[in-house]
């Protein structure tokens, strides 16, 4: 059973200046409730400006964007786990977490971080950290602001291919115990091939969709012959799927 919000994404215009050519120009998206939707393509095509404009961070568009019926901006808040952790040095990881939920207590904040494998580090500085350690704080945090969705901005950029691994079979369970709605950025085949139940590839200015590929089989099935015939899939669309890696 879907838990995560519907999104509804119709963007009219998008320009970083007035004079400009438009980013977005008659952009629609729209994405299941509970379903996890890779958003690949090349550097630079609008990606995270999408993600920032689904947060509310940006509101500075002609069009409207809808989480369950509600304009974006007025609705709480997304989990957001952006390329690099930005963790805030001077607070301890738990007070990093209730930066984001003021209200948790303690035994919340525990529970939170032993999700993601962190028990028993709440206490520690984020300069204390692996680089791992503190990419699962920075979802942790995602978390408690907005268990139900999750925008993830290339979440495993900059990590070697192990910690790749192990964040990658981290979200995927969260996902299936959790069942969010999530907007996943990557310009990796494979994170769709292993998270996503639908991976739709960008391209162009002004953004469109070049491809819409669906990915039925539940991720707890997936076996690694199905992941890697989906990543060559993926990885053998036409540019601007060429620039992926």
Wanted: aromatic fraction near 4%.
């Amino acid at each position: 059973m879907a838990h995560g919000p519907g999104l509804s994404i119709a963007i009219a215009g998008k320009r970083f200046a007035a004079d400009a050519a438009p980013l977005f120009a008659g952009f629609r998206l729209e994405v299941a409730p509970g379903s996890v939707v890779a958003l690949l393509g090349p550097s630079g095509v609008g990606k995270s400006t999408l993600l920032r404009l689904v947060a509310g961070i940006d509101t500075a568009f002609d069009g409207r964007i809808a989480i369950d019926g509600a304009d974006a901006a007025a609705a709480p808040a997304p989990g957001f786990v952006f390329q690099d952790p930005r963790l805030l040095p001077w607070l301890t990881v738990a007070d990093n977490l209730r930066a984001a939920a003021p209200s948790l207590g303690r035994e919340a904040v525990e529970e939170a971080l032993a999700r993601v494998g962190l028990a028993g580090q709440g206490d520690a500085f984020p300069q204390q950290l692996s680089g791992g350690m503190q990419r699962r704080a920075a979802l942790a945090r995602a978390l408690v602001a907005n268990p139900g969705l999750l925008l993830l901005d290339e979440p495993f950029v900059s990590l070697d291919a192990a910690l790749v691994r192990e964040m990658q079979q981290l979200l995927a369970g969260l996902i299936e115990a959790g069942r969010p709605t999530v907007l996943l950025v990557s310009h990796a085949a494979e994170d769709a091939a292993r998270l996503a139940d639908r991976a739709v590839v960008l391209t162009g200015r002004p953004v469109r969709v070049a491809e819409d590929v669906a990915l039925p089989i539940p991720r707890a099935r997936r076996s690694g012959e199905t992941i890697a015939a989906d990543r060559a899939r993926l990885a053998a669309l036409p540019a601007p799927t060429g620039q992926m890696r």
